[in-house]
């Protein structure tokens, strides 16, 4: 066992260094090749469709369309409509001294179910903020007071470091019964949370904790030992009509497969493989409609799809670079009609490219009849 010596803060610190000297590592499937980019969104600055280092994405049908919502680092978040390519929404986090959000998801509101919000996981600041949608258009947003918000500084339960992504689960009417969060800095775990409805607004109740903190570089803490829980998406697998949670551990360089109560299934990858065919930073995971996950690998500077209930590999697809059809350091993929679209951070674009196969739509979307109508 190889043992990291480093504090907490000192090895969120090293976690957070991006990998820039990793070499995009390919198979033999569909890997190695260029995107083929149909077309380009965005680029570098300021203004409303332009990015500082987009760290956060999801892509979601609203009013008849598909939307992303993408978070950059001046705590920006801009609603973009990918068929009209326009900026429909902007606004600023309410602070963001310490650093910005990491994570988003768009799901039912857990004020109210006919609406669509956006969970924020802002991740410097500690915390997860909850807005409803829409958001207001402006050139020039301003801080934004969230409808809901939860979270403090800490290592106690319902406490956190840094939040990297939320999991909304629903009920059949698609109220929202539990939410998931994911954390690293040295309390690296997913914590899960009831929604107590007696008290208006409702209350975020801590019910108990997934994984524990993997200081072993080989993850031989334990067997959900953690190292940046990167992102979290809920699936049911059609064979056991269970209820899993699907995660990026980013630095162990794996994909886990855990039950809502905290039983580990499996694991794809392994900490130590330095191999081509090894996930490299994983980061974003996006679960399609045909049980497959695609995976935006930060390190490898790849996307990744794979069958999530027998771990295949099916395509490895990018290159690195700077041009058109290269990716730099992705943090978020999705799917929107019949193209990928790769959330290029360190090219500050969203790259939208034909597959190297087709692909199913993006699995348990919310209902485009949530919340469309402002």
Not at 172 to 181: A, D, M, Y
Not at 191 to 201: A, E, G, K, Y
């Amino acid at each position: 066992m190889i043992r990291r010596r480093t504090s907490h803060h000192a090895r969120a610190a090293l976690l957070a260094i991006p990998c820039l000297l990793l070499s995009c590592g390919c198979d033999t499937q569909s890997t190695g090749n260029e995107l083929d980019t149909k077309r380009v969104l965005g680029e570098s600055g300021t203004q409303n469709a332009q990015f500082v280092y987009p760290r956060g994405m999801d892509i979601f049908e609203y009013k008849g369309t598909p939307h992303a919502i993408i978070v950059d680092k001046t705590a920006r978040l801009q609603l973009i409509n990918l068929e009209s390519e326009s900026v429909v929404g902007v606004i600023h986090t309410p602070r963001w001294d310490r650093g910005k959000p990491t994570g988003l998801t768009v799901a039912p509101s857990l004020l109210d179910a006919t609406k669509l919000a956006i969970y924020v996981a802002d991740t410097h600041e500690f915390r997860v903020l909850v807005y409803e949608l829409p958001l207001p258009f402006t050139t020039d947003p301003q801080p934004t007071k969230p409808d809901y918000q939860f979270g403090s500084y800490g290592e106690e339960p319902g406490q956190f470091i840094y939040p990297t992504d939320v999991a909304v689960e629903t009920d059949g009417t698609q109220i929202v019964t539990e939410l998931f969060v994911s954390e690293y800095g040295g309390n690296d775990r997913i914590n899960r949370f009831r929604v107590d409805r007696s008290t208006i607004p409702p209350t975020m109740v801590w019910e108990s904790q997934i994984g524990i903190p993997g200081e072993e570089v080989d993850a031989s803490d334990g067997p959900l030992a953690l190292a940046r829980p990167q992102s979290i998406e809920l699936w049911t697998n059609p064979s056991t009509n269970q209820r899993e949670i699907i995660l990026s551990d980013a630095s162990h360089h794996r994909i886990g497969r855990v039950t809502t109560d905290g039983q580990l299934i499996t694991w794809y990858g392994d900490p130590l493989d330095t191999s081509d065919d090894a996930f490299r930073f994983p980061y974003g995971i996006t679960i399609l409609e045909d049980n497959t996950a695609l995976i935006a690998e930060f390190g490898g500077n790849r996307i990744t799809n794979i069958d999530i209930e027998s771990g295949e590999v099916l395509f490895r697809y990018g290159v690195t670079g700077r041009s058109v059809g290269q990716l730099a350091q992705p943090w978020a993929v999705g799917v929107a009609g019949d193209q990928l679209v790769i959330l290029d951070s360190g090219n500050s674009r969203l790259q939208f490219c034909k597959p190297p196969r087709p692909l199913a739509p993006e699995y348990t979307r919310p209902s485009s009849t949530v919340g469309a109508t402002p």
